[in-house]
């Protein structure tokens, strides 16, 4: 069993960043693959970025391309959202997800599907 624990979402204006944590705790010697999710009101969730337990694949929707990244640091069981020149229609609950798939070391999948543990969600607000 995993935990997770979103972190640093909030209410900002449009072009600021924001950086989301999620912290893992439990059975984190495993090598679990982790992404980000998010989902607005009245719409369908959407994988924004994942990442391979290595760090070295990732993943991200065309939207956030250049604009966000993710990141692992395993020793301290967390991964990282970094959210730069943030839009209105980034406004969304931010989920934190973690698989453990037999390619979840090298491949950054983008299947919610996929994802075995969830966090509780924090919100981003954009405002323009």
């Known amino acids: 069993q995993v935990q997770l624990e979103e972190s640093g979402g909030g209410l900002v204006q449009a072009g600021d960043s924001l950086r989301l944590s999620c912290a893992a705790s439990?059975?984190?010697?495993?090598?679990?693959?982790m992404g980000w999710f998010r989902q607005a009101p009245g719409k369908e969730r959407e994988t924004v970025a994942t990442i391979s337990w290595s760090g070295g694949n990732t993943y991200y929707a065309d939207s956030v391309k250049g604009r966000f990244t993710i990141s692992r640091d395993n020793a301290k069981n967390t991964v990282y959202l970094q959210m730069n020149s943030l839009k209105p229609e980034d406004t969304a609950v931010y989920y934190c997800?973690?698989?453990?798939?037999?390619?979840?070391?090298?491949?950054?999948?983008?299947?919610?599907?996929?994802?075995?543990?969830w966090g509780q969600g924090t919100q981003v607000t954009v405002s323009s």
């Open positions: 439990g059975r984190t010697f495993s090598r679990y693959g």
């Open positions: 997800a973690a698989r453990s798939g037999y390619d979840s070391t090298w491949y950054a999948s983008r299947r919610g599907s996929e994802y075995d543990y």
